[in-house]
């Protein structure tokens, strides 16, 4: 027989492609037999149709092309026998999907095949109909799918709920038409139809809110009565997966009961007990017991409050923490992270366990496992919960070690109780894993030892100790160069020395040794180097018999092919040996780092959000704050398209904040040619300042130190007339001080003071915000003496015909505001304006007479049980607040 002819039998099509050793004969035999089918199709050979058809679906399945066959399928379908149509149904759903235009042209024979006497053939049709159905076919053929649903069958009713759930997600709005059916299907004593008839009661809820009401009135109690008998049932040999009634039904009413459950506290109380038997009767031994428990906690944490039953869910999680499928472990640490926000006390208990999880040799555990432990720390358990995690931080694969690290510094960080304690963590992790540590991680360290001044011999004791064990430790050698360079003589004089501390004697010589090892080390990269450099420079001011020695390392520098190296060398030699006279001022301490600078830096000066929603967010142990229900949109985002854009700052947001001008502008007002400087030195210039201590108060964190300030003129400051005054070098100031040292407001003196408190005492009231559905108003005042506080009156009218319920008023400003709201006299706002809502501000603007008052709101409220959400901005608000 000719292996290429229609009357060749679709195993024998296949034996053929297996024999074929290369992909190109394979290619051959497929071209050949699909040129075969298509003279076949061409020639309207009826005998074969349904064996073309088979091949083309095998040929499909490896991947070539067989559009061609696609009317081949309608034509089987449109066929009278069943033979036919099982096969054409079958290459439909296989060959074609809903997004082909020859889908059309089925939408026929599918509606006389539904309406078919043979039943057989009506749930081929179903078969097709469920899963390629586009929503045209779906508006078309529903009423025929709802009408199966009552069908004598039970295959059949099976096969249209199935359908049912297809039309449902694809037109959502024929959602009501098969509630009162779909209800009917609870009722079913058949397992198969009453899995179905459970789902599409479940996709109902899920797309239509009017179809949970309904079936959560109707239903809920005969759901938790069919559980029940499901839970308490004998012995069915038809329904039993290891020693379990039907789990696949226990899993669907639990899921549906979770739907039903989630918001209504009526109806998770009629579920209780029900679910508490389902948890304490289910056995854990198999894995059908398993996932029925694990759907059951899933339940228990997604209906409303019920502490016992929440309790018991957890500690069914503990048990799965125990089992020795890594599936049903990693399940249990994803469940125990939503947990947490809701119960962290009951999850605290299983901690230990969930700690040994952290150890565990797969990957994927152990990472989740960490992210629970750092959810689990709060300021009670941060000392132990450290202490464990370092413990394994010394063991851990190399892998895991970067993410072990980042969150053991990131839980020091937030929780750390005292400094010592911190310094002491973070050590021993530059001990561990220092090539893990971000850099921020260690310059944040840096910032901390600074501005523990009472900790300085301690630490530089510490970390000597700890760099001639740890020299391969990169993040460790840099901290302990720039401790050494800093504190050095506190090391070797013992300077502060601990009651917990073990006497050690250290030379200048011995810590001349430690940076020489360092800058020679073979691991040390360029920024080691380079720190070891200005550690020596400095060292030779602090260690005189050494400073011959110290030279000689750093002329050794001075043929480094790395330029960064050469230029510090040469510089740092011809200091020691030229510039004696400055070399003392160049070598002094490093100012004390500002550490509330730093971590607003750091952050990204994110500013805070006011809100009188009470209890809007939930702070969770750790103290990481639950988000609520509708994430906050970015009420700051005042250099949007309606906002005026600020100028960029560079970096020196806080000189902005300070002054409210534009140091840019503030320099070229003052009528000079200097170039803008750093934002401290534009600062120095613009109030004429002279020297400043090193211990002054402004941010360091450049690592630059203030030079002679020059006499210059003050720029206008936000309109203030300019006057040339020059400060005395001799005197000092901070940047922050009791006493000012030149007048910045012009003489404006007490009187004017009263004179202006007395003119500012009222102002006119304003419509802050209207819309459609929404005015607000604003009254403002001010107490006596205080003109940067002022009091807002906040008054809200409903124009609308509709009550708004749920009201929440929020709202947002810049960094230099501060806000306050007091709670809103109501959360209900009646209709058509027959009531207001009245809330009360206090905003305090410590750019008093430079910057005006701008604030962002948002408004939410409750519109017929939907959410609705207006937001804008107020500028227009009275001159002078």
Excluded at 60 to 86: N, S, V, W
Excluded at 444 to 472: E, F, P
Excluded at 537 to 544: I, V
């Amino acid at each position: 027989m000719n292996p290429f002819s229609s009357e060749t039998r679709l195993r024998d099509m296949i034996r053929a492609i297996r024999a074929c050793k290369t992909a190109a004969e394979e290619r051959a035999v497929v071209r050949k037999e699909c040129a075969t089918i298509r003279a076949s199709v061409s020639d309207n050979d009826n005998d074969y149709k349904h064996r073309n058809l088979a091949k083309l679906m095998f040929i499909h399945m490896l991947g070539y092309p067989t559009h061609f066959g696609q009317m081949e399928c309608l034509k089987l379908i449109a066929a009278p026998g069943f033979p036919d149509k099982r096969i054409g149904y079958l290459g439909l759903m296989l060959l074609l999907d809903e997004r082909q235009e020859v889908l059309m042209l089925v939408t026929n024979s599918l509606k006389q095949d539904l309406n078919h006497t043979n039943q057989y053939i009506v749930g081929l049709a179903l078969c097709a109909l469920g899963n390629i159905s586009s929503a045209e076919m779906a508006r078309d053929l529903a009423p025929e799918v709802e009408r199966l649903l009552l069908f004598r069958d039970p295959n059949i009713r099976k096969k249209a709920a199935l359908c049912s759930i297809r039309i449902i997600k694809k037109v959502p709005d024929l959602a009501e038409n098969f509630v009162n059916s779909a209800a009917a299907l609870l009722k079913e004593k058949h397992h198969g139809v009453l899995l179905t008839g459970v789902q599409l009661c479940t996709d109902l809820c899920k797309v239509s809110p009017d179809a949970l009401e309904y079936i959560r009135k109707r239903c809920t109690e005969g759901l938790v009565k069919l559980l029940k008998d499901v839970v308490n049932s004998p012995y069915v040999p038809e329904y039993d997966v290891s020693g379990i009634a039907d789990p696949f039904l226990h899993i669907r009413l639990l899921r549906l009961l979770r739907v039903l459950g989630h918001g209504d506290a009526d109806a998770s109380d009629c579920m209780n007990d029900i679910l508490a038997q389902v948890a304490s009767k289910t056995e854990s031994n198999k894995n059908a017991g398993n996932a029925i428990l694990y759907e059951c906690v899933e339940t228990i944490m997604s209906i409303e409050d019920n502490s016992g039953l929440r309790v018991l869910a957890i500690n069914i999680l503990g048990r799965f923490l125990s089992n020795r499928d890594n599936n049903i472990r990693y399940v249990a640490l994803n469940m125990l992270m939503r947990a947490i926000t809701v119960d962290s006390q009951a999850v605290q208990r299983h901690r230990a366990t969930i700690l040994e999880c952290v150890k565990d040799s797969d990957a994927s555990i152990r990472k989740r496992a960490l992210e629970l432990v750092y959810l689990l720390v709060n300021e009670n358990n941060v000392k132990l919960l450290t202490k464990d995690l370092i413990d394994y931080l010394e063991i851990s694969d190399q892998e895991f070690k970067g993410d072990l690290t980042a969150k053991i510094c990131s839980i020091v960080e937030k929780f750390s109780p005292e400094k010592i304690w911190y310094i002491d963590q973070m050590l021993q992790v530059l001990s561990e894993a220092g090539n893990y540590v971000k850099d921020e991680v260690w310059h944040a360290l840096i910032v901390v030892i600074s501005n523990a001044s009472n900790l300085h011999g301690y630490t530089v004791r510490l970390l000597y100790r700890a760099v001639q064990k740890s020299v391969d430790q990169e993040v460790l050698v840099r901290v302990a160069v720039w401790c050494i360079g800093e504190y050095g003589d506190m090391l070797v004089n013992s300077v502060g020395t601990l009651g917990i501390e073990e006497p050690i004697t250290v030379t200048e010589s011995d810590t001349v040794d430690v940076l020489e090892t360092a800058i020679k080390h073979h691991t040390s990269d360029l920024t080691t180097r380079a720190m070891c450099l200005i550690a020596l420079l400095k060292l030779s001011c602090r260690f005189p018999s050494c400073s011959e020695r110290i030279q000689d390392i750093i002329v050794q520098n001075k043929g480094s092919l790395v330029l960064e190296l050469q230029q510090r060398s040469i510089e740092f030699n011809s200091i020691i040996q030229k510039h004696q006279n400055i070399r003392s001022a160049l070598c002094e301490r490093m100012p004390v780092l500002d550490e509330s600078s730093y971590s607003i830096r750091r952050a990204g000066s994110l500013p805070a959000v006011a809100s009188s929603l009470q209890g809007s967010a939930v702070t969770l142990p750790n103290g990481v704050a639950k988000p609520s229900a509708a994430p906050l949109v970015d009420l700051l985002d005042l250099s949007s398209d309606d906002a005026p854009v600020p100028a960029p700052s560079q970096g020196n947001d806080f000189l902005h904040d300070l002054l409210g001008v534009d140091l840019s502008s503030g320099l070229s007002q003052a009528g000079t040619n200097q170039t803008q400087k750093s934002g401290t030195d534009a600062l120095l210039d613009l109030l004429s300042i002279g020297t400043a201590p090193a211990s002054s108060s402004f941010s360091a964190l450049d690592g630059l130190s203030l030079g002679q300030g020059t006499d210059t003129s003050i720029s206008a400051l936000s309109g203030l007339a300019s006057t040339s005054t020059a400060m005395p070098a001799t005197q000092p100031s901070s940047l922050v001080g009791n006493s000012p040292m030149v007048d910045l407001l012009n003489g404006f003196g007490p009187s004017e003071q009263i004179q202006a408190e007395e003119n500012n005492a009222a102002y006119p009231s304003i419509v802050a915000f209207e819309s459609n559905n929404l005015k607000m108003t604003c009254n403002f005042s001010k107490q006596p003496g205080n003109l940067q506080s002022t009091l807002i009156e906040a008054n809200f009218i409903n124009k609308s015909s509709n009550v708004y319920t749920e009201f929440i008023f929020q709202a947002a400003v810049p960094k230099f505001l501060q806000l306050h709201l007091d709670p809103a006299s109501s959360n209900t706002l009646p209709a058509s304006g027959d009531g207001s809502i009245t809330q009360k501000l206090r905003v305090t603007n410590s750019q008093h007479g430079k910057k005006s008052l701008v604030m962002r709101i948002r408004i939410a409220y409750k519109l017929n049980n939907k959410d609705v959400l207006e937001q804008g901005q107020i500028s227009n608000f009275p001159h002078g607040l």
